[in-house]
């Protein structure tokens, strides 16, 4: 395995060449034009197929349509884009077909600003496009979890046959941490499903997300959401640290996670029992884990980089019968663990 120094959306992008990616679409918006900017230098070299669409909407339709003939492909983009893409995300979701979405957040709404935001969680999880699906979601906190999710997602987005996201966001696309890759090449089966040519062979494919008869589009979300029923079993993933006997349960994701576990020792070595929890799927999110780690908590603090989008989901994975607070930072600031620390020692201060 290789170690080397490189920046998060840099790495996100050599990692999706080594998984496999063949075609990648994008338009540029900052934070994440690095990623486009990697693949563009990469794409001849390394055989990948880059195209800088003329718009975000273009973008993900070429995902579509990249995808429909089995191929790997990835877009990336960051909030303004994103929500520009959402009604491709959702005709990617109703054709059944796999790709990777990466998300490298902003502060919003509107143009918001170019710094690091959380707030687009609500949109990844609950609504990214009209109609009944979900997307798998993963939230890395560091390069080099940015680098194994992002292979992990092409596989679970081949494996399910649905839309992965990489949710990220600028403070971790911009900043620069040692990283390993592994020298194994991706193991791709053959999609016998893909439009690419039946030559007499098999049978014609048709790659749709339009039902014109009631009951053929409800037999087809219901058939999908079986497959949701798996997802939820087989992958969700969080990070539980020193909760085992924590009053005060901190739960955080992404950058904001990071802040938090230097509070939580602050915290500790104040007398403070403090823990965190760090969910690292945000869809399906880790309920079990979660209850696991507040098994004897008092109280939970919801730390993030937005209005407190996550705290609703923390409150029913605990069918609300312990009191969740939230402390945030949004517009593009960051949570210092000072901050945290602070709010730690006011819940701790009113548990006495």
């Known amino acids: 395995m290789e170690r080397v120094l490189m920046k998060g959306n840099e790495a996100l992008a050599e990692a999706a060449i080594r998984a496999g990616c063949k075609c990648f679409f994008a338009y540029p918006i900052t934070p994440q034009t690095e990623v486009a900017a990697y693949l563009a230098k990469n794409m001849k070299k390394r055989d990948i197929t880059f195209l800088q669409a003329e718009s975000e909407i273009a973008a993900v339709n070429m995902v579509l349509g990249a995808s429909s003939a089995g191929v790997r492909t990835m877009t990336s983009s960051s909030s303004p884009g994103i929500s520009l893409k959402s009604e491709g995300v ?89 990283v390993s890759f592994s020298d194994e090449a991706p193991v791709i089966e053959e999609k016998d499903w893909a439009c690419s040519g039946h030559k007499g062979e098999r049978k014609h494919n048709i790659i749709n997300s339009l039902f014109l008869q009631p009951d053929d589009l409800e037999h087809s979300v219901n058939e999908r959401y079986k497959r949701y029923d798996i997802i939820k079993e087989k992958i969700h993933d969080a990070e539980i640290y020193k909760c085992e006997d924590a009053d005060i349960v901190l739960a955080a994701y992404g950058t904001t996670a990071r802040v938090a576990k230097s509070a939580v020792n602050q915290a500790r070595e104040k007398g403070i029992k403090a823990g965190l929890f760090r969910p690292k799927t945000l869809w399906p999110f880790p309920v079990e884990e979660f209850r696991s780690a507040c098994a004897n908590a008092k109280t939970v603090l919801s730390v993030e980089m937005s209005q407190g989008q996550m705290v609703e989901d923390l409150r029913l994975a605990l069918d609300c019968r312990l009191p969740v607070e939230f402390y945030g930072r949004h517009g593009g600031n960051i949570p210092s663990p000072a901050e945290v620390l602070e709010q730690i020692e006011k819940i701790s201060e009113r548990s006495l």
């Open 90 to 178: 959702s005709y990617l979701a109703g054709s059944d077909l796999p790709a990777v979405i990466v998300n490298v957040q902003r502060g919003g709404p509107g143009l918001g600003s170019i710094q690091p935001s959380q707030s687009d969680y609500w949109q990844a999880t609950k609504a990214l496009g009209h109609g009944d699906f979900q997307l798998i979601v993963f939230a890395p906190a560091s390069v080099q979890e940015t680098v194994d999710m992002t292979i992990r997602a092409f596989e679970e987005a081949d494996r399910y046959r649905m839309p992965v996201m990489i949710l990220t966001d600028g403070f971790l696309g911009q900043m620069m941490e040692p």
